[in-house]
């Protein structure tokens, strides 16, 4: 067990609107991770974070926000969700050593 | 390029018989490899990992190969069980808290 939670776990919302997905860690790691995983293409790197008020994007950073205030959360917004953006979306954490990550369980998120 | 969901390669094993599940890597810098054991409706799960410098590591009924030469990984699986149904996939890290890139996975399934 890594420790992670992500709320909510399912959602379904309609074009337009805002959604935040919230990654919460107990294990105090410095670096997270949001990445979307979709038939087809795999998981994806969203944004990642090494620490508070340090985030960075990944390969399909468009349409996506984050924000780390503090060492255990990581919250990912969609500004506009878009059909697109329907999705199964991962928090990860990295263990200390830098080498291994370890995922959340997932938020299915439906825009319609 | 990558795939998952429906179109990801199977691999059907009589319950009880030993598999073999192969991934190819492409950079020959990567320090770390990792694999993962994703069920239906759940994230990720680590199984095991290895280091660039070794060629063999072996778990809990896990053995994981690594081949420099050709770039290639294996995971070994004993005497496979129903729980062992899953997609599997492997990662490698380029040795940068960014570069962590995921393969396209395999579709275990187990015959009774």
């Known amino acids: 067990d890594a420790g992670i939670t992500q709320s909510p776990r399912h959602k379904v919302t309609e074009t337009g609107t805002p959604v935040t997905l919230r990654c919460h860690q107990t294990e105090n790691h410095r670096y997270m991770y949001w990445y979307r995983q979709d038939p087809g293409h795999g998981l994806r790197l969203i944004h990642y974070?090494?620490?508070?008020?340090?985030?960075d994007k990944g390969e399909v950073s468009d349409g996506y926000s984050v924000s780390r205030s503090k060492t255990e959360d990581f919250l990912l917004t969609l500004e506009s969700a878009t059909s697109s953006q329907t999705s199964v979306y991962f928090c990860a954490i990295m263990e200390p050593s830098g080498n291994t990550i370890y995922f959340g369980e997932g938020s299915w998120l439906t825009v319609v | 390029g990558e795939s998952v969901g429906l179109h990801l390669p199977t691999l059907s094993v009589q319950e009880g018989d030993n598999s073999i599940i192969n991934c190819a890597y492409s950079n020959s810098a990567s320090d770390y490899f990792i694999w993962y054991k994703q069920e239906s409706g759940k994230g990720p799960q680590f199984i095991i990992d290895i280091r660039s410098n070794m060629d063999k590591r072996q778990g809990q009924r896990v053995t994981v190969l690594l081949n420099k030469t050709v770039k290639h990984l294996s995971l070994q699986i004993a005497a496979t069980q129903p729980g062992d149904s899953a997609v599997y996939f492997c990662a490698e890290n380029r040795g940068s808290a960014s570069k962590i890139i995921f393969g396209s996975g395999t579709r275990l399934s187990i015959r009774p």
């Open positions: 974070s090494y620490g508070v008020k340090d985030t």
